[in-house]
């Protein structure tokens, strides 16, 4: 724990539209890797539109990625893949560096567009809100016929930790 910077809470909100990997429906879960850390998301039964639950990775580069991938759960047989997405960190990262002691609640100090560089499926913006840098953003899933997943990163400085 020596070099953590800190902790970045990773609520992964919804699934919207996801495929269909069983009969009618899918039991997705997600799974997110950053370097050695990886964490998954509890298991939804039965729905294409899942809500989940808050994940929180420890950061130590900020220059790795944070790779989102979406399973169905089987019983019998491998999980099936649902998609995948790249979360780029670097907007919001820039975003914590800034002197923002005089901001007001709710301003906007950064918007991040729908790329080639990213996965996003529309505008992002990252927002100073109750003493804290967040952003939501929509991913568009990849390598899938389709399907979105709805999250929000969120700060959270740890006492002993070096920083960013």
């Not at 809470?9 to 997600?30: E, K, M, Q, T, W």
């Not at 790779?67 to 975003?95: E, N, R």
Request: net charge neutral; hydrophobic share 40%.
């Amino acid at each position: 724990m020596e070099h953590l910077l800190g902790l970045l809470r990773v609520h992964v909100h919804r699934g919207v539209n996801l495929a269909i990997r069983d009969v009618r429906s899918s039991d997705p879960y997600v799974v997110i890797r950053m370097g050695k850390h990886k964490l998954k998301t509890r298991v939804v039964k039965r729905n294409l539109n899942p809500e989940w639950n808050e994940l929180t990775l420890s950061i130590a580069d900020p220059s790795l990625s944070i790779k989102l991938m979406v399973y169905d759960q089987d019983k019998f047989t491998l999980d099936d893949k649902m998609g995948d997405a790249d979360i780029h960190i670097g907007p919001f990262l820039d975003a914590l560096r800034m002197r923002l002691d005089d901001v007001q609640n709710g301003t906007v100090i950064t918007r991040v567009k729908p790329g080639r560089d990213n996965c996003l499926a529309e505008e992002s913006f990252i927002v100073w809100s109750d003493g804290k840098v967040v952003q939501d953003m929509v991913l568009r899933l990849r390598n899938v016929e389709r399907g979105e997943v709805e999250l929000q990163l969120q700060w959270i400085d740890v006492p002993g930790s070096r920083g960013l």
